[in-house]
């Protein structure tokens, strides 16, 4: 059965305490992480329902689909860049103006993407995301991150966490989630024994890789999974490239989303 990363209701009181807001029921958090560095990620973005995102954009965050309700604005969501450590000092926190959600997603439980307008620009540099058709990135080593559960089960995280974890490939995937699996628009990483993963609050978070040039590039959006770094299971990613030409197709010009 497909479980999306989202917050349980100890996860989510627990967001409350740190966040001070609440908004879905989003969830997942890094477990066999460690600690990001202050400005490790700076595009890295904590979003009020108790998911991640990135920013991708001036005034855009790239997150899940199943983090958000619909597309529409009155989306009551606050965005947070700039800091590690909720309970820190500094950082931004920008206000929502506007949701755009994958319209495929609620049909088919893949292309798990959306995008969240703020309203103002925040000061953080953007990520890149993949190209359509580039998959020169799924492979080797992936990097990911948020302020999800350490352990399945538990609560969110006070601080950024990241960790590393291997591609897997789809026929390997597809052995531990058979139909359930979109290889189509989804990818695969972790340990086949377990131990490393993204967990309850991850959800809408990037999975990176630096290209040859150095840059970070967003190669996948933290989805779902059996668990959290269960063994013989993987974390599963919506594959940018497989819908990122209908990303850029909602960015504007001004680094709004095309309404």
Request: overall charge neutral.
């Amino acid at each position: 059965m497909r479980k999306s990363r989202i917050l349980l209701l100890a996860a989510l009181l627990l967001s409350l305490v740190v966040t001070g807001t609440a908004q879905a029921s989003a969830r997942p958090l890094v477990v066999g992480g460690g600690n990001a560095g202050q400005g490790q990620f700076p595009w890295m973005v904590r979003l009020s329902m108790g998911c991640g995102g990135a920013l991708v954009a001036a005034k855009v965050v790239l997150t899940a689909a199943h983090c958000v309700d619909r597309t529409g604005g009155d989306t009551g969501i606050t965005a947070t860049l700039g800091k590690v450590d909720l309970r820190g000092s500094g950082g931004e926190s920008v206000k929502s103006t506007y949701v755009y959600r994958s319209p495929e997603y609620a049909s088919t439980g893949a292309r798990d993407w959306a995008l969240i307008e703020l309203a103002t620009a925040p000061s953080a540099p953007q990520l890149a995301f993949a190209a359509p058709g580039d998959t020169s990135l799924n492979s080797g080593n992936l990097t990911i991150m948020g302020w999800g559960s350490t352990t399945e089960g538990g609560g969110q995280s006070r601080y950024l966490k990241y960790a590393t974890v291997p591609f897997v490939p789809d026929a390997t995937c597809q052995k531990a989630y058979g139909e359930d699996l979109h290889p189509a628009y989804e990818l695969c990483a972790g340990y086949a024994e377990g131990g490393v993963d993204t967990c309850q609050g991850d959800s809408g978070g990037p999975m990176v890789k630096q290209d040859a040039a150095g840059r970070w590039v967003e190669v996948g959006i933290v989805s779902w999974g059996q668990g959290c770094a269960e063994k013989g299971y993987y974390g599963v990613y919506g594959e940018v490239q497989s819908f990122s030409g209908d990303i850029s197709d909602r960015i504007g010009s001004g680094g709004t989303i095309v309404r």
